[in-house]
């Protein structure tokens, strides 16, 4: 039996690396992409999620959202994927167009249509609040959503806040408010699950897949002498192998202003709130397995 998910993605070359794992994977059925701003602008992020699916034969519907985040000036993370946002791959220029609904309408239609399906954010949570406000009927359609954001030991966009939910923030009190299970897969996990060197040299010569994953890889401007995060995919090796992770249900508030602006705030003691929780927040994570895992993903692809 096959998991329905839908992913709302920003590529991002991280990003690319999660669709290419849930496009592969046969447990996975991925019903729907939508794009939104983020890692680079919305028209780069379509793009690229298009040049993707296209790169793999695949008939995948691909929406595009949100331009902005709610309220927040945008800034996006050029710097570290460039500008294009998956530089060091030539997927040529025709790899199709986005269906001429919103990403809000896609996912609208596309949760209706199905039971228990999983959203799996991993850009800013902008066309989530979005569709959360418009159309409140979809939560009970949605089995949970396991997302790529927060940080509970500090930022990677500021001291406090990692760059997906400090993108926009008003957007993630609204998700984490709306009562769906949430399952935050953020820096305390995916920093420690970094592809080694040596992952990363063998990449190349595997396949296809793996010397396209290898040219985006290689150009990602994140990551030090012990590795490269990346960060969401450990979205997809959460739902594929939960036993890799440790996780705690906990309360977990979004900080919207001020210089903490972005920070995810969870209730660890359970000293309010009266103990309820509203996500299972990953802590830690076997990053040896993630890197075997990789490998071996690539390996069956063409």
């Not at 379509?46 to 309220?71: C, E």
């Not at 397995?289 to 063409?302: A, D, I, Q």
Request: glycine share 8%; proline share 5%.
């Amino acid at each position: 039996m096959t998991t329905k998910i839908i992913m709302d993605t920003d590529p991002g070359i991280d990003d690319a690396a999660a669709l290419t794992m849930a496009i592969n994977d046969p447990s996975l059925d991925l019903k729907l992409v939508t794009t939104v701003a983020g890692n680079v602008t919305a028209d780069k992020t379509t793009a690229n999620a298009l040049k993707i699916i296209h790169f793999f034969g695949k008939d995948i519907p691909v929406a595009a959202g949100a331009k902005q985040p709610l309220i927040k000036p945008f800034e996006d993370a050029a710097r570290i994927h460039g500008e294009s946002g998956m530089p060091g791959y030539d997927f040529g220029d025709d790899y199709g167009k986005p269906l001429d609904k919103t990403a809000v309408e896609a996912l609208h239609d596309a949760i209706m249509a199905e039971d228990e399906v999983i959203l799996v954010p991993t850009g800013s949570y902008t066309n989530i609040a979005l569709l959360f406000s418009e159309y409140p009927e979809v939560k009970s359609h949605i089995k949970q959503i396991v997302a790529m954001g927060g940080s509970f030991s500090g930022g990677n966009m500021t001291s406090a806040a990692e760059f997906n939910v400090f993108t926009d923030p008003d957007a993630a009190k609204i998700m984490y408010n709306a009562g769906v299970p949430i399952v935050t897969v953020g820096l305390d996990v995916t920093l420690k699950a970094l592809l080694t060197a040596d992952t990363i040299e063998k990449l190349g010569s595997l396949n296809k897949t793996g010397e396209m994953l290898h040219g985006l890889i290689t150009h990602y401007n994140d990551g030090n002498d012990q590795g490269r995060p990346m960060h969401d995919v450990n979205t997809i090796f959460y739902l594929l192998h939960p036993e890799a992770f440790t996780t705690k249900d906990m309360w977990v508030d979004i900080q919207t202003d001020g210089p903490a602006i972005g920070a995810t705030v969870g209730d660890i003691r359970a000293a309010y709130h009266d103990g309820k929780t509203n996500a299972k927040v990953c802590l830690d994570i076997d990053a040896e397995y993630f890197n075997k895992w990789f490998l071996e993903e690539v390996s069956k692809m063409k």
